[in-house]
């Protein structure tokens, strides 16, 4: 089956800096690369995706990048602020498979 | 619209005991899940369903079963608990769009056995 590798697993930037979470996953049918946020006692939530036929992908300040060569893919986060203190977890699904396999997730603090 | 509901949010139990963690979903989504969450070990998936009276055996299955009567509901029985099942349990309903699949988790229950 599919195993989604993570790193790092915590991470500590400052204010303002970037920071960059990156996974690889191991199964070359994975199509499909979704990352969610945790905050402290609450659910998970989906902040972007990205499927296999695009390289790139950016929302504001949040991107994710795909190299399906390498079979790895990274969140990158700039202008950092308090509030993306946060659990970021990356995953990947195969096409006609709907569950999910997530990496073990990056505790990421942004200090003030 | 709730979204997705779990109840109860906590619950200790003694090994042995039996219980069920109630999932319901009012999104009419045809795929829900099991997952349960582990200090550095990410989410694991433990069943899940592609539809009513459909289930399936995710990476962690034993020691639970579930069961889908309804598109709405996704119970997830412990029979016999031990303390390794100590956990948060996470139910998602999700939808799949242009091979996209957007996962929606309900709050958590988070589960002590001793």
């Known amino acids: 089956g599919e195993n989604v590798e993570q790193h790092p697993s915590t991470l500590s930037v400052q204010e303002g800096d970037s920071a960059v979470i990156k996974c690889t996953y191991s199964?070359?049918?994975?199509?499909?690369f979704p990352w969610y946020k945790q905050e402290l006692g609450k659910r998970p939530q989906l902040i972007i995706d990205?499927?296999?036929?695009?390289g790139e992908k950016k929302d504001q300040r949040i991107a994710v990048t795909l190299n399906k060569t390498a079979k790895h893919f990274s969140l990158h986060i700039t202008e950092t602020q308090p509030e993306d203190s946060a659990v970021y977890f990356c995953?990947?699904?195969?096409?006609?498979?709907?569950?999910?396999?997530f990496g073990s997730g990056t505790r990421l603090q942004v200090q003030p | 619209n709730a979204g997705v509901t779990q109840t109860p949010k906590f619950q200790v139990l003694k090994t042995g005991q039996s219980m069920t963690l109630q999932c319901a979903q009012d999104m009419n989504h045809e795929y829900m899940s099991w997952y349960r969450q582990d200090p550095g070990m990410g989410l694991r998936l433990i069943h899940y369903?592609?539809?009513?009276?459909?289930?399936d055996q995710g990476e962690v299955p034993n020691g639970y079963n579930v069961s889908r009567s309804t598109t709405e509901d996704f119970p997830l029985r412990l029979l016999s608990a031990a303390p390794s099942q100590t956990s948060v349990y996470f139910c998602?309903?999700?939808?799949?769009?242009?091979?996209?699949?957007?996962?929606?988790f309900g709050q958590g229950t988070r589960l002590t056995v001793v």
């Open positions: 369903s592609v539809g009513a009276g459909i289930t």
């Open positions: 995953a990947a699904s195969r096409a006609g498979r709907r569950a999910l396999t």
């Open positions: 998602a309903s999700s939808y799949s769009t242009g091979g996209t699949v957007e996962a929606f």
């Open positions: 199964d070359s049918a994975s199509n499909y």
């Open positions: 990205i499927r296999s036929n695009v």
